[in-house]
């Protein structure tokens, strides 16, 4: 399997992973600011109700479904979480959780979105929408516990292909354990410490987004001001160069 993060690519600098690692912990002690501007809830698992654009995201569902089956015909064309973000190898092992970016923190991937247009069309139309992709996991694997960076979004996933088996396949949030199901979304607060286990036979698939949170006047401001520190640091502009030298390796390929 191609590791765009091999041996043969420079580790990243000593000062650029402290400086990651603080700006990390900044962004979880900023979560009390958040919680105090936030508009909507900011529990483990928020309502759909709070987002007016859950039902049409939920109506698009077969066009989408039918996109993402479209790429599974060929899944090593999917590169490994890790492979494209490489802050995640502690949580993404091997092949086992794939991921098929549209957008990265407002940064549309033109070709991906070309191969999944009724996809990209349905997220760009979500007022807030951030980041945007396929999430698919492989049968018996075990996302381990981790929390998000920053509560300046709101996580939402919409089942795309679900195991029957729900005892075997959940998120928990915190204290709560979710499950999914095809054609609906569940909104969670990423925050809080989750984890995922699939220890199903089933691979899971989940359209995966992250939403700017609605905040009042002060805190819609600070948030512009930190999401355009964060689309400035490695952890934005890693992702996406891996994902031009990827799309680009695949098309050579051709």
């Known amino acids: 399997m191609p590791d765009i993060t091999s041996p043969s690519t420079p580790q990243r600098p000593f000062l650029r992973r402290l400086l990651m690692k603080a700006g990390k912990r900044f962004l979880r002690w900023n979560g009390e600011f958040q919680s105090r501007h936030s508009l909507v809830s900011t529990t483990p698992q928020i309502g759909n109700h709070?987002?007016?654009?859950?039902?049409?995201?939920?109506?698009?569902?077969?066009?989408?479904?039918?996109?993402?089956?479209?790429?599974?015909?060929?899944?090593?064309?999917?590169?490994?979480?890790?492979?494209?973000?490489?802050?995640?190898?502690?949580?993404?092992?091997?092949?086992?959780?794939?991921?098929?970016?549209?957008?990265?923190?407002?940064?549309?991937?033109?070709?991906?979105?070309?191969?999944?247009?009724?996809?990209?069309?349905?997220?760009?139309?979500?007022?807030?929408?951030?980041?945007?992709?396929?999430?698919?996991?492989?049968?018996?694997?075990?996302?381990?516990?981790?929390?998000?960076?920053?509560r300046a979004v709101v996580r939402a996933h919409l089942g795309l292909i679900v195991p029957k088996d729900r005892d075997k396949l959940w998120i928990r949030v915190d204290d709560q354990i979710l499950h999914w199901d095809e054609g609906k979304v569940i909104l969670f607060d990423d925050s809080y410490e989750h984890e995922v286990r699939n220890d199903t036979d089933e691979l899971r698939a989940v359209l995966f987004l992250d939403i700017d949170r609605p905040m009042d006047r002060i805190g819609t401001l600070v948030n512009k001001l930190l999401f355009t520190l964060i689309k400035a640091s490695p952890y934005v502009k890693q992702p996406l160069k891996n994902l031009a030298s990827w799309n680009k390796r695949e098309k050579g390929k051709g």
Request: contains cysteine; charged residues 25%.
């Open 50 to 150: 709070e987002f007016s654009w859950v039902e049409s995201l939920e109506s698009s569902f077969p066009a989408i479904r039918e996109e993402l089956e479209h790429l599974l015909e060929h899944p090593e064309d999917i590169p490994s979480f890790h492979q494209i973000s490489p802050d995640q190898k502690r949580i993404s092992k091997g092949d086992n959780w794939k991921t098929f970016g549209l957008y990265v923190y407002g940064q549309r991937v033109d070709e991906n979105c070309a191969i999944c247009p009724r996809t990209a069309q349905a997220v760009s139309a979500i007022p807030g929408m951030r980041t945007a992709m396929f999430s698919i996991l492989k049968p018996h694997y075990h996302i381990v516990p981790h929390k998000g960076p920053t």
